[in-house]
């Protein structure tokens, strides 16, 4: 007897590689170029590209700001990335955060990977030590891509009203664990 299985598609949002990780492309106060803004549809929030004193080092980083309109109370800056060139891999995903929010409001970095079959092999939002700093601050997430990886999905969270802004972002892969 022969088994016919289902092949995974791959998802429309999932790029080649990693882009505009510094923010460079596109236009100030234009939605960073190569990130999508989730949950899809929402008008709570925004992303737009900043510059100059906004951003750590004065030249490009992005902000998500909550807009007071609709109903959703989070959002997700992110990327989604083809894994599989980093099987094998252990990544540190690091990336400079500020917060301006409202009591109670937070910002969470967040890697996901995925498996092949769809289900996930890593997940960490930071939900243990979610982020608040007013001031610059680094934050980093360590994940093993494990064999039959899919996808790396990767970016900032905020949960709330109030921004955050995210800079110096960063993906680096090395053979041993960290």
């Known amino acids: 007897m022969i088994s016919v299985g289902r092949a995974q598609t791959r998802p429309p949002e999932i790029q080649d590689r990693f882009q505009n990780l510094g923010f460079a492309a596109g236009k100030a106060g234009e939605m960073p170029v190569d990130w999508e803004l989730g949950i899809r549809g929402t008008r709570s929030y925004v992303a737009e590209t900043s510059a100059g004193a906004a951003c750590h080092d004065g030249a490009r980083c992005a902000v998500v700001k909550s807009t ?74 360590d994940a093993p891509v494990i064999f039959d990886a899919r996808d790396i999905e990767f970016g900032m969270q905020v949960f709330g009203e109030g921004s955050a802004w995210i800079d110096k972002v960063s993906v680096e892969f090395s053979s041993a664990p960290r």
């Open 68 to 141: 007071g309109i609709g109903k959703d109370n989070f959002c997700f800056l992110y990327q989604i990335v083809d894994a599989t060139a980093y099987r094998g891999k252990n990544l540190a995903y690091r990336a400079a955060v500020r917060t301006d929010l409202k009591p109670g409001s937070v910002a969470r970095l967040l890697v996901r990977i995925h498996r092949e079959n769809g289900s996930t092999s890593f997940r960490d939002d930071m939900g243990n030590h979610p982020i608040t700093a007013r001031s610059w601050t680094f934050y980093e997430i």
